[in-house]
């Protein structure tokens, strides 16, 4: 999808469709109506008003409504577009409804809009949300479909016009903002295929591969270390998840350094995403309802790729690093069994006492790898627990750790994003419930406060890094389409990680200005 600006008036705007965003205020706005709206349907002889009155349709967060045009613009049809009340107004609105504007014009197969923009205050981050929302919304997952031909090879919007708001000037800072916003939101689609990949064709060798092309387009650097070598790593955990698969794990280690030297020995960010290409439970099998959607158990190292593919355009002053840990959780004869004790890359010993608790068993030898790197924060990002879409419902995710600096930045980072991250305490009532009697702990506690267990298992892995676990579980993947959503995978997280890099990016910048102008203040 290509985005340009333009400035003049959504009355004379020249494309398929023209999408107008209006509050629910607009509609009925004696005193100051946005001239767009005004306009419009003043060219339409009152039709816009009358339909929208006809159908309902008042300025609504959720509404929208598709008007003929006959002949009357020079566009085939107008799109409605319910923003609801100013009040509640921000950017993750826009980025929703715009989604559903791209739906209903692609479902209208048309190819080319003219997207008329708000007038809001913070004109950025709205530019942000409409190209976010456009790309993100324009998602289908169609690669295995071969009836219904016409729908997949149906024409999309790929032509968008942007109309700067009445008495605004055009600028290039516009023009980076839009770009930066469509490589986010194609690495956010990215992830999105490569979790709704079947398991049989994203195995962990496939995921590997996918690394590989990732960083030789991008230019990152890249390790894959297959069985051998984990072994070498005395990554017992990990070994004994993947034992069970005929499929050979890999531990993936995608790398982002930064050409100059002194900003290349900064301590890195270190990211590691949860990487089960299949989780079937193993010997504590899922019944079949529970194991239906586990091929999307790969999620957070998807965020983490996307993620990745945009640093490496970003080119942040600090080092990136991107760790996965790719297997698949079987059961088998060779499989790892209730009452085993694993021996972790830190030398911890595990009682495995669920099967069906892989993730953590993976993630705490990877995490324990990342932070041989001293970096100054991880964050990691995990399908983890069932539990955590029990607390938080399936659109909001869990967010975990002591360091209060590092989690604020990280909630911060998902706010403006517009993703939904909730902290949950690691309450240390729930730390025995890991205590074991054979081995230094065990790899599943009870039900209840069944996230905070999972988060208090990886914490020993950590040490004093800080340290963010985001439990995706839920967000991860939708049942139903939503605004830029469409069930499935929903790219969750690689937003947030693109934040979080550039709000860091942002800091180190102003401090090493703030010490360039220091000697002469004085
Ligand atoms: N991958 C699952 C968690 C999950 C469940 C993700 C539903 C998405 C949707 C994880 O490996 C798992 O099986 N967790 C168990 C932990 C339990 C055995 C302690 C769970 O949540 O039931
Ligand atoms: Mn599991
Ligand atoms: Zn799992």
Known sequence: ???????????????????????????????????????????????????????????KGEQTCVIQTHGKL???????????????????????????????????????AVIQLPGVRELDAAIQSTVEGSILGSYRYDKWRTT???????????????????????????DATAALAKSIAEAANFSR???????????????????????????????IFDRKKIEELKMGMFLGVARGSVEEPKLIHLSYTPDDAAAAKRAPIALVGKAITFDSGGLSLKPSDGMLDMKTDMAGSAAVLGAMRVIAKLKPPFPVHGFMGACENMPSGNAYRLG?????????????????????LVLGDVLAYANELKPAAIIDLATLTGACIVALGPWVAGAFG???????NVLESARSAGEDIWRLPLTDSLKDVLKSDVADMKNAGDRMGGSITAAHFLKEFVGDTPW??????????VNKDKGYMSKGATGFGVRTLVEFIRRRTAELNAAAADETIAPDEE
């Open 1 to 59: 999808m290509n985005f340009s600006f333009g400035t003049g008036h959504a009355s004379t705007a020249k494309a398929d469709v023209l999408v107008l965003p209006l509050f629910d205020t607009d509609l009925t706005d004696k005193k100051n109506p946005p001239s767009a709206w005004v306009k419009t349907d003043k060219k339409m002889k009152g039709l816009l008003a009358k339909t929208a009155q006809q159908e309902g349709f008042k300025g």
């Open 74 to 112: 020079s566009v085939g049809r107008v799109i409605l577009l319910g923003l609801g009340t100013r009040a509640k107004f921000n950017a993750e609105v826009l980025r929703m409804a715009l989604g559903r504007a791209i739906k209903a014009a692609n479902k209208l197969k048309a190819k080319t």
């Open 148 to 174: 219904n031909k016409d729908e997949k090879s149906a024409p999309r919007v790929d032509k968008v016009q942007l109309l700067l708001p009445d008495g605004v000037k055009k600028d290039k800072s516009m």
């Open 193 to 223: 295929d490569l979790v709704n990949e079947p398991a049989g064709t994203m195995t962990p060798t496939i995921l590997a591969e996918q690394a590989k092309s990732l960083a030789k387009d991008s230019g990152l650097g890249l390790h």
């Open 340 to 360: 085993d004790v694993l021996i972790s890359r830190l030398g911890k010993t595990v009682e495995i006492t669920n099967t069906d608790a892989e993730g953590r």
């Open 402 to 408: 002591d360091d209060d600096q590092l989690m604020w």
């Open 468 to 477: 963010v676990h985001l439990d995706i579980a839920g967000p991860s993947n």
